[in-house]
């Protein structure tokens, strides 16, 4: 078979294996239309996450983890956004329901989706971390938490849709010594970040947040938005999470580096402190996650 004979084939894979992600709970698409608005009521929003209460449960056992570090114990919804404010909140809300969406009966697959979680937490806690010492503003810095968690949804979807010939990928990429990315984007058509793309496109995210998770990966040329110069970085020193090393690079990106202004050694700091609190967030979720 021709190398773009496969790349076809998968391609139509792929987009029929998208298809097959259920949409998103109709509470969850309330929620992001709320919080697109100009002015988001924070009232409608409690309304609306109040009345799925399996929404509620897993949102209030990460707020309450140690991730978030909070001195009292939060109950309600409406606390939830005091607290942390209602983007925050929009923001868990969001990713819940996405990796939910791809939740498994079976223990290999819980256990990717729990090392993607650790991951995307470790990211999330990480980017929006480095983006405060680097003096974004709110709004970006929620953006570099959002898009941590879920930057890459598209890897999330390949091991558990298409597992057979991402495993494939996998081990043909340790033979040829080129990056997971690289053979993922030969055998495929497309990488993993521009797959977590078109996934969320499908479910209407916003396009901020669809276009950092279809670009993670670079190439970086220094006029994207900040929040995705964080998530590279966050991501890049929490891949070690994936558990294997010869697969997944921690070199960040210089150009990332240079623009971010931060020593890669201040990073690895800041971002030790995120994969701790990531960790004890993911036992406070235990099977939720
Ligand atoms: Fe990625
Ligand atoms: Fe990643």
């Known amino acids: 078979m021709q190398q773009n004979e496969v790349s076809a084939f998968m ?48 949102l209030l056992k ?14 309600t919804v409406g606390q939830a956004i005091t607290i942390l404010g209602l983007q925050q909140v929009r923001n868990l809300v969001l990713g819940l329901a996405a990796f939910g969406a791809f939740a498994s009966n079976s223990p290999k697959q819980a256990e990717l989706l729990r090392t993607c979680w650790l991951h995307g937490l470790a990211t999330a806690g990480s980017a929006s971390q480095l983006g405060k ?12 938490f959002v898009g941590g968690l879920m930057h890459d949804l598209g890897k999330l979807f390949l091991l558990t849709q298409l597992p057979q010939p991402y495993a494939e990928a996998a081990n043909r990429a340790k033979k040829s010594g080129c990056t997971l990315e690289e053979m993922e984007s030969r055998l495929f058509g497309m990488n993993h970040a521009e797959i977590g793309q078109m996934l969320v496109e499908r479910w209407n995210f916003p396009e ?3 276009t950092l998770i279809g670009s993670h990966e670079g190439p970086f040329t220094g006029s994207e938005n ?20 010869e697969l997944f690079s921690r ?39």
Do not use: F
């Open 11 to 58: 391609k139509r894979s792929i987009d029929h294996s998208l298809k097959q992600v259920p949409a998103l709970p109709n509470a969850v698409m309330k929620v992001l239309d709320e919080t697109e608005k100009n002015e988001p009521s924070a009232a409608k929003v409690e309304a609306i996450v109040t009345m799925d209460q399996a929404i509620v449960a897993r």
């Open 62 to 75: 990460v707020v309450n983890s140690a991730y978030y570090g909070l001195p009292g114990q939060v109950v």
């Open 133 to 144: 010492e680097v003096g974004l503003g709110s709004k970006v810095q929620d953006l570099c």
């Open 208 to 210: 901020s947040l669809c």
């Open 226 to 245: 900040p929040a995705i110069w964080c998530v590279h970085l966050g991501d890049c020193l929490t891949k070690d999470l994936y558990g294997d090393p």
């Open 251 to 289: 070199v960040p990106d210089p150009v990332v580096l240079g623009e971010l202004g931060i020593t890669e050694s201040r990073a690895i700091e800041i971002v030790e402190v995120a994969k701790v609190r990531a960790a004890e967030a993911l036992e406070q979720l235990g099977a939720a996650a």
